[in-house]
């Protein structure tokens, strides 16, 4: 896939409105870091930048890099609203450049077409004696349910595409790393809606891929079907108690901290 039209799949949804409910795992992964005055900090696939401003936060130097320029604009907004001094890079996880003391990626480098490249691309960016932290969704988790629930209404994706979800597997993450000291834990992020068609809606809103086909669904009548196939995964994964029809949903990720072991 070229980087623009990666970018502009991403840049289709309202991604900031998700974004806002990721912030917990951005600062769990930004904890796993450790930075703080003194460290060189590298965001990669920064999006709005919840992970880079929380980095920043601590007083690291933090760069911020996404191929997307709409998210990127973002995080220099925010940055420049906090009085963070930032560095900003527009490039995907293969054309970031420099070396860092901690490289983090936060749901990114799992979108990149080839994840052994992207793998390799965190490891060159890693200054010695640093380390990688990388949250990606589990493919046993929420997220990968309500995309099963959405890729049957959608195109099916190239051959060649490598599913993002394999990156928070991690008997995946450590032969992507092989040779590296590699731990890893599952964590959880929490998500509140008022109903499963509530959260379906704000699913659909917020996926670039989803709206990028929203004229052929609703065109096709199938965009009634998806939210509903939707909404009937989130009663499914329903953890609310009570039988007022709101819904609590936890999504698992693997927060994984790679030390990169010198050849
Ligand atoms: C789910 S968002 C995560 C954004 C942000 N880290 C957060 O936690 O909200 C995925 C991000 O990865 C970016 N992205 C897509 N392909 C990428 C690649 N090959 N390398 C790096 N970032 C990529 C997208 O532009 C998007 O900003």
Redesign the pocket.
Known sequence: MSISS??ST?AAGD?PA??RR?VP??ERAVAAAVPGPGTTVL?????????ALAAARTGAEVTA????PR?LATAERRARDEGLPMAFQHA???RVTGTYDRVL?????M???DHAA?AAALVRHCAPGGRIVS?AWTPDGLMAAANRAIGAYLPPPPVTAQPPVRWGDEAYVRGLFAGHDVEATVEHVGFAFESPLDAADFWVRTAGHVQAERDRLEADGAWLALHHDLAAVFTEWNRAEGSGGAVHVESAYLLAVIRPVPA
């Open positions: 990666t970018t991403w991604y998700m974004a990721l795992a951005a965001d990669v696939g920064c999006g709005t930048g919840n992970a890099a996404d191929p997307t998210l995907d996880t293969d990626t936060v749901f990114g480098a979108y990149a077409p992207a949250a």
